[in-house]
Structure formats: C-alpha cells, structure tokens
C-alpha cells in the first residue's frame, strides 16, 4: 500500500477506521481473537467462517470522494455496511467525525443517520407504497419534520435531481435512472454531511449510466460532501475518484490516487486492472510532466496542470516546443514535451516501462 | 431397459405396490391382529383432555373475587373468571355493533339493567332505517373506489332488503365485524412477533399447519366447554379459524421485504416503530391484504358453521331451512351471503389501496364531503322512516325496516323449479345416484375399510419415502400411528374414501380445465375471475344445490365437494401453465413442436410441481368439505365431530376427531409439499 497520506489541501479526516474485521458465522469474535489479528481467509473459510472485511484502515477526509472498488465478494458492500453500522463490524474501530460509531446506542444511532448520514442503495430501496415526493420526504417524517416543510423540502429535492413533474409518480412508474434520481434525492434529503452510495449506477444501463455519473459530478460539484462510493466497475472508480481503495478477499491491496493507481500498481491483482485502461482518458498533465527547466525556453502553448491528457493531446503534439504547464493561478508549475504524451499514449499498453 | 434405469422411481413405486398387495393379501381380518388393526392405546386421550380441561376450568388456581350479589368475596377458578371476562367482552361489543343496525336495548343494560330498562321503555336505542345503511353503503363504495363500487354495494344492500333478509343479515354483518378485525390485528401481532423471533416461528408453524387443517366442527367443542354458547363463543371460533392465515401472510409479507428497503430505512433514521409500521408493514403491504381478504372470507365460511353454537343470522337461518328441506329459502339466505362476503371482500381489497393525495389544497366542504353526505343520507333517510310511519299506518313500515320473511320472495319459485327437476329428472338422476353408490362408492369404501393398518403404513410412508425422503416418511409415519392408535381408524379410513375420490376427480378436471384455460390469456384470466368468485363462497353453500338434486345421500356430499375442491386444482394448474417462461415457448416453436407436444414436452412437466401444490390444496378443500358434508348425513369422522358438539363431554372426542382429520391431510401435505418444492428448484421454477 503506497500512499495513505492525504491529498494535499484535504480537510480534516471525517471517517476513520482502524483494523476493521468483519467476519460472518458462529463464533466469529472468539475465532479472531484466537488468531490475533492475522486472518487467513482459506483457514477461517474450513471452519466454516466467511471474512468479508480483513483489517481495513484507512480516513476519509471532509470533501473527499473515496471509491472503494472490488469484483463481486470482495467485501467492498460489507465494509461499506460497517462504516454505516447496518451491520457491526467484529472488531476494530470507527470513528465518524470523532465518534467512536461501534460505542454508539441504538439511539444515538439513530440520531447520528438522521443528521449526519445518507445513503443510496443498488437496487435503489424505494418503498413502494409510497410517491417519489413520499419518498423523499420519509426521512425528514420519521425525524418528525412537519408535513408542509418536509414535502417543501423534498420538491427542491426533485427538482434538484430533475424530476420535476414526476413528484407523484410511484417508483414503478419510473424508469431505473429515474429511480436512483429518487434514491439520490432521498438520501440528500437530510443535508447529511456523510454520503455513502453503494454500487448506485451498478443495475442501470450503459448509457444512462455515464449521464447518472455526469449527474452525480453535478451535484457533487454543488454539494461537497465526504463521499464514500462502492462500486465494481474499475472505469468507474477512475471517472468519480478523488482516492480508490481496491479491495481483494477482504483486504485492501491498495489506496492511492487514480493515477498513482495507474502509474504505479502495487500489487499484481491491481496491475491487472490497470493494464487495458487508456492512460490518457486518467493521468493528468500534472502527473507525466518534467520540472521546469530553466535551460530550456517552452513555447506559446500552456495547459492547465489537472487537464486530462486525451483532452490536450492534440494540441501538444501539435507544438515543437516544450510545452508549459500552469496551475490555476496562471503560474507555470512545469513543462511537458509531445514526446512524454506519445509514451503515454502508446508505451503504456506493454506494461513494460514502468518508468513512464 | 433404459426407460427403467433413468426412472428408478417407477420400478420403486411397482415394488412398493407389489408388497402392499401382498400384505392385503396375506394378513387376515381379525381383532387380535395387530398387523390388521392397531389396539386403540390411545383411547384415554379424549377423557384425558376433557379432564385436564375441566380442571383448568373449575379448579386450577382460584382467586377471591367480590360478588355484588352476595355482597362477599368468593373464591372462583382463575381461567373461569379469565374466559367469563372475554365472553362477557365479546357480547358486549357485538351487541353494540349490532343494535346500531338493528336496534335494541341490551347495550343500554350493560350499562344500567333490566330493571330499569323494563320501567322506562324509551331506553332503547333506535335502528338505523335500511334506506340510511344502503345509503352509507354506496357512498363508502364510492369514496373507496368509485363508481363501479358503490353500484354493487347498492344493489347488494337493496337485495337484502327487499327479500327480506334485512336483519339476520345485518346481525352476521355485526359478528363479521367485530370478529374479522380481531383477527386481523391478532394475526398481524402473532406475525410480527414471530417475524422478530425465530422460536417464536418454530413453535407457531406446526401449531398454524394443525390450526389450518382441523376441520370447521372441531373448534366448536372446545370453544362451548370455555366460553359457552352464544354470538361470543361463535366469535371466538371464528376468531380462532380465521388468524392463522393472517399471522402465515403477515410472517411471509415481512420476510419477503428486499434487504434494500429495509436498510434504507434504517438509514433514513427509523426507530423500531417507524421501522415496522412505516416501512415493513407497508412494503409488505400486498401479502398482507390477502391475508385480511382471506380473514373476511373466514369469517363468512364460518357464519353457517358458528351458527351450530349459537351465532344468530344468515347462519343459523340456512341451517334451519336446510334441515327442513326448504330449499328456496336455502338458496336465498345463501345469495345474501355470498353477497356481504363479495361487498366486503372488494370494500376491503380497494380500502387497502386506498392513496392519499398530499397536495389537494381543499376546502372545508370538500376535504368533509362524503361525511357531510353521509349526514345528509341519515338525515333524508330518518326522514323517509318518519313520512313510512304515516303511510303504512297498518302494518309494517317498510321504509324503515322490512321485517324477516316478508319482503319479496322468491322461495316458492325455487321451490317449484326443485320438484319440477325432481318430477322430470328423478329416474335420471336416481339412475345415476345408484349407479354411483353401489357401484363406484360402495366397492371403493369396502377397499379401504379391507386394508390391514400394515399395508396401509407401507403404501402411505413407502411413497412419502419414494416421493420426499426418509425424513418425510417417518413424519407421515408418525400422524398415521396417532390416527391408528386412536379409536377412530375405521371412520378415517371413510374419510380417506371420500376425500380421496373427490380429489381424483376434482385433480383431473381441473388440470383438463385450467391447460385449457391456460392456453389464451383472456380464458386464463377469465377462469381465474371465476375461481376468486366461488372462493368468496362459503363451504356450505356449495350444499344447497346438490340437496336439491341428489337429496341428502353420500353422492350429495362428493359432488359437493368435487365442484369445491376443483376451484384450487383449476387455478393452480393456470398459474403453474402461465408461468413457463415464454422464451421456452418461443423455443418450442422454433423447434416445430405442436400445440398438443408443447402442452406435453414443455408446458406440463415445467409447471407439474405446481400443479401438485394445487391437488395439495385440493385435498385440504375435500377434506374440509367431506366434514362439513356430516351435516347431511355421512357415516365417517365427521359425523362423530358433529355429535361431538351437543355432548358435555364432547371436547376430547372433538379435538381427538379434529386432529385425525388434520393429520390426514398433513400426512399428505408432508408429501407433497416437499416433493413440489426440491422439483421447483431442481427445475429453477420459483
């Protein structure tokens, strides 16, 4: 696991765990305890013990998006389920904005989701019974908000998530994105400060899943919420991700940034996820290129630092020069040359070079 | 050679028969055999009951309670003073309920007394006008779904008066509604508490599969040894008859709830309360519908049944006129029956989909007007009695209430199409009677009754072993010991008899039926229409037609209950058929079968599981009927549960009766059910 560190300019860490196990079945705690702390998933497995999450620890910091990205039992779902204590980890610690989460009564807890937590389910959760209005309204009812400020909440909420004019339709009047719009809706309801979104745009399809993901982006862009996002699809994780964690048997192989992930794999089972992804459509300029060199003199060209390099390419390889690269302020950071963008662009593929 | 070898079951099964035969064969007829008869070792049981009941009743804990007639205290038995306190409950609140149709006094000396009730005439509290109820009727049918509605509430509350049934129907209406919400709510609790405990499951379950195969008669014993005769014990009956449906649709609702409705609850901040009643309960919504559907439906079979112990009503009625023979009377106290149960059942299948619209911005009128048209009905309708009183000066004011037995009658005309049919047809269907008796039925029970208990044992337990393994053998194994083991395995083995032509029968029209059926939507669709529709009926009902053809004999019975029992074998069959996913059909067809092979190949074996579950359900049904058929004279268990009722000490002998009957149609169920379902699952058909 490279970097644990926070990206810099992230705020204070508003989720924190520490050695969290949960394994399911009999007898569980006394197993682990047996074991001190080193898990043989194989082993617990003969006795008839499933590990979903195997001595996780990581932070979460305010603002962040942290994907947790993992093939089907993985345990990516199931930490997600500690984290939001809808099921209890077997051992460890969480913390959520300093709370000790597993010391908390059923109360407090409750207290804790209604102001603090929302979260969107893969099959969505609707309830049935109930209008895309009701819906989005239930958990300000059940925190016994009033009738009229809560449905006047929920209609900024549709129209938040663009469903005006759908406010009374039943959720199987709706289409699968519509749907999650309503989950999305719901879950925002509440102004939580903590968002958990467990595989949210998994059962819908190809295409109406980028236009959720770019809906998503939106309102992530508005809101800035602490995110924590669950998802399978490695794609994914790299579109949404300020941070992924890829997790394997329980275990978290590795958390970095997308293009740390990209770059520098560390483990095998990560490298094979990394291997067919198009590097131009992750890294950023900032990412491959060279410190400024004084000797040399770039030319009228200047790209931004956190431009992907698909987005720039064309230009760069356009220029003769070195090409300089500014960060927000118009400040010149470093310098990029098309021949570092042609070997992103066709070296990476033989995962050879691994000094790209 | 290879057929037999990829079909072990079948040279199981020919084996199987084979030495059952020879066990027929071989074992004499004799008292002392104990490979022919069982010792009746059970026989203590029921004095063993009626013992310990008596007991529980008259002796078990007493406690001082305050006598105001004595003006001391008195020592009582606790669960005495515990049921005396239900009773006296019950017949308050269906008195209650049912002087406000009707009128009375008797809620008005539950509160004072019959002194003073005698001295001051005016103490009585009025009944509503029938103009006022139909009225409500209609406009109850309309604001819970429309238009559609309020006609048939209208039209069915119209017929009831105007032929006269006014108030015996209103006094089964009383007891339906008082005894259905009892258990829908009892049922909804055991469901709820049995959803949050996995041994309170446990020890429901079997409880629920006996509760749900004794017959009607059998809860009627108990009932009168505890809470005595009357509208309340009938309740009470009901009461018990009509829950476990509910808490098994409530338990099957709840668990069916996706795991992501209920963890999206939790997240949006529910508590326990929230969570049960907000989310669960209401996602569960469908199940639980039918389980009160099913409750309101109970409770209507019950009202003939109940009527044995003293429910007043349509009930007791029919039973009056059919024990007379007056069979146009029958047939129009059954209508008015069929009628309440078609009314209620739709009233509560259309309150329970019942929305509620957030955004109306009403005015006082608006957001009260069908309670202000409600006002205005009882008012217009007071009215309407008071001008009656003047017009009909002589006699009976009709506007206010039409007297038992003298609206418009269509009983003799009933009457006559009866002898008309008995006069045309009597040789045909004497013909036909005595053809069926002498030489189908009587061969057939003299079969049964020359089966040793040993070859009895072997074929039932070999085929639950061939069918659903040693597990399920040694339980089938078990309910029949008990059957053998008590007095009564002769008159079980009439019961069999007769069940089991029936469900011969009834298994093989209804499959015919609903494969044809099945193969259009709008027959399957129609079919299943009719199937809802004569199971809104009451089991008795089902035996006025066939006293009016066959006259009280066996063959009354066994029609009876094959047109009964073939309702679930018909709808089990379309479902099953409809189910075979299309893209199998689409297969087929590619593949250039006919309509007869695809039915054959495809449909039949995919959808047979299924169809097995509904002759399941057939055998309940006939067994059912095949009790209640006592009433017109049949010689097996049924006859001694209904004997059973007017007799002190009948409780041991009732429940005894009661469970053979229920271990029956367990034995079988045992069977079936667990066959049906390993082959749904080896066929991925759930």
Redesign the interface.
């Known amino acids: 696991m490279s970097s644990q560190e926070p990206p810099a300019g992230a705020g204070q860490a508003i989720i924190r765990c520490e050695s969290v196990y949960k394994i399911f079945g009999n007898n569980a705690g006394q197993m682990l305890m047996d074991s001190e702390g080193v898990v043989d998933s194989r082993k617990f497995l003969e006795a008839g013990l499933v590990v979903g999450v195997n001595d996780v620890s990581f932070e979460v910091h305010e603002g962040e998006l942290l994907v947790i990205m993992g093939l089907s039992g993985s345990g990516k779902s199931t930490l997600l389920?500690c984290i939001?204590r809808?099921t209890d980890a077997t051992a460890g610690k969480i913390y959520v904005e300093g709370l000790d989460l597993l010391a908390l009564n059923?109360?407090q807890l409750?207290?804790l989701?209604?102001?603090k937590?929302?979260?969107v389910?893969?099959?969505?959760?609707?309830?049935?019974?109930?209008?895309v209005?009701?819906n989005i309204a239930?958990?300000l009812q059940?925190?016994g908000v009033s009738?009229r400020e809560s449905?006047k909440r929920a209609m900024e909420m549709v129209h938040l998530v663009g469903l005006d004019g759908r406010e009374?339709y039943f959720p199987r009047e709706l289409s699968g994105g519509q749907q999650q719009r309503v989950?999305i809706a719901?879950?925002l309801a509440?102004e939580p400060d903590i968002w958990?979104l467990d595989e949210p745009f998994s059962a819908l399809d190809p295409l109406i899943r980028k236009e959720m993901q770019d809906e998503f982006l939106r309102l992530q862009g508005v809101l800035g919420k602490t995110i924590l996002f669950v998802t399978h699809d490695f794609d994914e994780a790299l579109r949404l991700a300020d941070r992924i964690a890829i997790m394997k048997d329980g275990i978290v192989e590795q958390l970095d940034t997308p293009a740390n992930i990209v770059l520098n794999p560390a483990t095998e089972y990560v490298r094979r996820f990394t291997e067919d992804v198009p590097r131009e459509k992750v890294l950023r300029v900032e990412s491959v290129m060279d410190p400024v060199d004084a000797s040399e003199v770039p030319g009228d060209l200047r790209v931004p630092k956190d431009a992907i390099i698909e987005s720039v390419a064309e230009e760069i390889l356009g220029q003769e020069k070195q090409v300089a690269v500014v960060d927000p302020d118009d400040r010149v950071v470093g310098t990029l040359h098309s021949s570092h963008v042609l070997k992103v662009l066709f070296g990476g593929r033989t995962g050879k070079d691994g000094e790209t | 050679m290879s057929f037999l070898a990829k079909h072990p079951k079948i040279v199981q099964f020919a084996f199987l028969l084979a030495a059952f035969f020879l066990l027929c064969l071989s074992i004499s007829p004799s008292e002392t055999n104990y490979l022919w008869r069982l010792p009746p070792l059970l026989k203590q049981l029921p004095g063993i009951i009626n013992d310990s009941v008596r007991y529980l009743m008259f002796d078990w804990m007493p406690i001082n309670v305050y006598d105001p007639i004595i003006e001391d205290y008195e020592e009582k038995p606790l669960f005495r003073e515990m049921t005396r306190t239900v009773s006296g409950t019950f017949l308050f609140v269906i008195n209650f309920v049912r002087e406000i149709f009707l009128g009375g006094n008797k809620t008005v000396v539950a509160f004072t007394s019959w002194d003073f009730v005698n001295e001051y005439p005016w103490a009585r509290w009025p009944a509503l006008p029938w103009t006022v109820i139909t009225g409500w009727a209609i406009i109850l049918g309309y604001k819970l779904q429309g238009r559609g509605l309020a006609v048939l509430a209208g039209v069915c509350t119209m017929f009831i008066a105007i032929f006269g049934q006014w108030k015996p129907s209103m006094e089964t209406l009383s007891f339906v509604l008082i005894a259905a919400p009892v258990s829908v709510i009892l049922g909804l609790l055991l469901g709820i508490w049995a959803y949050k405990s996995r041994f309170v499951e446990a020890t429901l379950n079997p409880l629920l599969n006996v509760a749900q195969t004794m017959p009607h008669y059998s809860y009627l014993v108990p009932v009168i040894v505890l809470f005595g005769v009357g509208d309340h014990a009938a309740a009470i009956a009901t009461i018990v008859f009509a829950t476990p449906p509910m808490v098994r649709l409530t338990l099957l609702g709840l668990k069916k709830v996706?795991a992501?409705?209920?963890?999206?609850?939790?997240?949006?901040?529910?508590?326990g309360w929230?969570m049960m009643f907000?989310?669960l309960i209401?996602?569960a919504?469908r199940d639980i519908l039918i389980g009160v559907n099913q409750v309101v439906m109970q409770c209507l079979a019950m009202t003939v049944i109940a009527a044995f112990i003293g429910a007043q009503g349509l009930g007791s009625n029919l039973l009056i006129a059919l024990n007379s023979l007056r069979i146009g009377t029958g047939i129009e106290i059954g209508v008015c029956i069929v009628l309440i149960a078609v009314v209620l059942d739709k009233m509560s299948l259309a309150w329970a989909n019942k929305?509620t619209d957030?955004?109306a911005d009403l005015s006082f009128v608006q957001r009260h007007r069908y309670a202000l048209m409600a006002l205005a009905v009882f008012l217009a309708g007071s009215v309407l009695a008071f001008i009656g009183s003047f017009l009909f000066r002589e006699g009976f004011n009709y506007l206010y209430i039409v007297p038992h037995n003298k609206g418009i009658t269509t009983a003799p005309f009933w009457q006559t199409t009866v002898d008309w049919i008995w006069d045309t047809f009597f040789y045909t269907l004497k013909g036909f009677n005595e053809f069926l008796i002498t030489s189908i039925l009587v061969p057939m029970r003299d079969m049964y009754l020359g089966m040793p208990v040993a070859a009895t044992f072997l074929l039932m337990m070999g085929t639950g072993y061939i069918l659903a393994g040693f597990r399920s053998a040694l339980i089938i194994g078990g309910f029949l010991l008990f059957i053998a083991l008590s007095e009564y395995w002769d008159r079980a083995l009439i019961t069999a008899y007769m069940a089991s032509f029936s469900v011969i029968v009834s298994a093989v029209l209804g499959i015919i039926l609903g494969s044809l059926c099945a193969q259009s939507t709008i027959a399957s669709r129609m079919i299943l229409l009719v199937c809802d529709f004569l199971q809104t009926f009451p089991s008795f009902i089902y035996l006025i037609p066939v006293i009016m053809l066959f006259g009280i004999t066996d063959t009354s019975v066994i029609i009876a209950t094959i047109v009964y029992a073939t309702v679930p074998a018909t709808r089990y069959t379309v479902e099953g058929l409809r189910s075979v996913p299309p893209v199998l059909h689409d297969a087929g067809s590619m593949l250039g079968v006919s309509r007869l092979q695809r039915w054959i190949s495809i449909e039949l074996p995919l959808a047979f599981p299924h169809i097995m579950l509904g002759v399941n359900q057939t055998v309940i049904f006939a067994l059912f009927m095949v009790i209640i058929g006592a009433f017109i004279g049949t010689t097996d268990l049924g006859q001694l549960i209904l004997k059973a009722i007017s007799d002190p000490q009948g409780t041991g002998v009732g429940l005894t009766l009661g469970l053979c009957v229920a271990f029956i149609g367990l034995a079988v169920d045992q069977m079936i059910r667990t066959w049906a379902n390993e082959r749904k699952k080896a066929l991925d058909m759930n």
């Not at chain 1, 389910?121 to 209008?131: A, R, S």
């Open positions: 389920r939001s809808l059923h109360r409750i207290e989701r209604r102001s937590m929302g979260m389910f893969q099959n969505f959760g609707l309830l049935p019974h109930k209008t209005l009701e239930f958990p059940v925190k009738t449905v009374n989950g719901r879950s509440v958990f | 996706p992501d409705v209920m963890e999206s609850g939790m997240m949006s901040g529910c508590n929230q907000r989310v209401p996602t919504r929305q957030y955004f």
